[in-house]
Structures are given as structure tokens and as C-alpha cells.
């Protein structure tokens, strides 16, 4: 288990990360699974794995968890509840998208946006609505609030 950047889970003794595998193949290079998954903090607590995912980030509330979850058309941003349930798209876009942070009042998500092989900052509405692109030039990773 290789993980990833850990998130609190607000009102909660848990983290929130991204849990990659590492699976060797005998006819090529390893291969890389990426899932989501939450820790309880006190000692022997289990891991558990909720989903396969990347990049995952708690809402300020520590009721939600959004990641970008793997599909045909590439990654595209989805929320779950910290339990794995109620998983649902935040409006399928046009074009991958990644690295999601959630600002602190809980009511936008930015985001890397896939734009003609450039990665742009944009923002949605947690609900999925009123998306918009914050820099159309230059390049963009890892946005926080």
C-alpha cells in the first residue's frame, strides 16, 4: 500500500486518502490501483476501502467525500458519503477532470479540467451547477481554497 495525501474527516476520529496497490505483472511493467479508503485514528482501527478512485477530499462538514473516479471518457468528479454510499456524479463535464478541493463553506469544488491537452482551474457548484473556468491560460495542478 502506497498512500496518499490525507484529509480529516471534520467531527470524526478518520482520514480520508488515496490508496494505491501496486500489482506486478510477470509480462510488463507493474500495474497501479487506485481506491479510496478511510482510517480511524485510534490504535488497531481498519482501513476501509470504499471505492476505486484518486484524489479524494472531505467536505468542510466531513459529511462528503469527492474524488475523481475513473470512466471510458477518462476521470470525472464524484461525491460519495464518508461510508461509500449516495455516490453520484457532480455533472459529467466535457473533458477529465481532476485534483478536486472543496472550498471551506462546503458550496464549490475546484478543479483540473483536461482543456485541448492543457490542465485549466475551474469551479462548480457542489450540486454540479454553474461551472466555469477560472484560468484559461497556462497550466494548472492541485487547487486549494
Known sequence: MIPGSLHFLAGQDRIVY??????????????????VATLGLEPGATEQVLVRGREPTATPDGQWIVFASESSAGYRLRRMRVDGTSRVAIRPGASEERMPSVSPDGEFVAFVQLVNGRRRLAVRR????????LLKEGWSEFPVW
Open 18 to 35: 488515496e490508496k494505491v496497490d501496486v500489482r506486478p505483472r510477470s509480462d510488463g511493467p507493474a500495474f497501479y490501483q487506485s481506491m
Open 126 to 133: 457542489f450540486d454540479g451547477t454553474q461551472e466555469r473556468m
